[in-house]
């Protein structure tokens, strides 16, 4: 593999992963906060898909940038 390719691939993983605590988190905070377990199960992957939004477009513009 190419280091451009090993570079971008990690940067997925790293935004990844962090969409996960995200998600997570906000499901915590959610509960924790006196919301329902309903708004908890929701808000997780609202969390998640906002996250992973912008990592698509971070990763996108490595990509660019590595062309």
Same mark, same amino acid.
């Given at each position: 593999?190419?280091? /451009?390719?090993?570079?971008?691939?990690?940067?997925?993983?790293?935004?990844?992963?962090?969409?996960?605590?995200? =998600?997570? =988190? =906000?499901?915590?905070?959610?509960?924790?906060?006196?919301?329902?377990? &309903?708004?908890?199960? /929701?808000?997780?992957?609202?969390?998640?898909?906002?996250?992973?939004?912008?990592?698509?477009?971070?990763?996108?513009?490595? =990509?660019?940038?590595? &062309?």
């Amino acid at each position: 593999m190419s280091v /451009r390719l090993t570079l971008i691939l990690l940067v997925a993983v790293v935004m990844l992963m962090l969409a996960m605590t995200v =998600a997570v =988190a =906000a499901a915590y905070l959610a509960g924790r906060d006196g919301g329902s377990y &309903r708004a908890s199960i /929701r808000s997780g992957p609202v969390g998640f898909a906002a996250t992973v939004t912008t990592a698509t477009a971070v990763v996108g513009a490595f =990509a660019a940038m590595a &062309r």
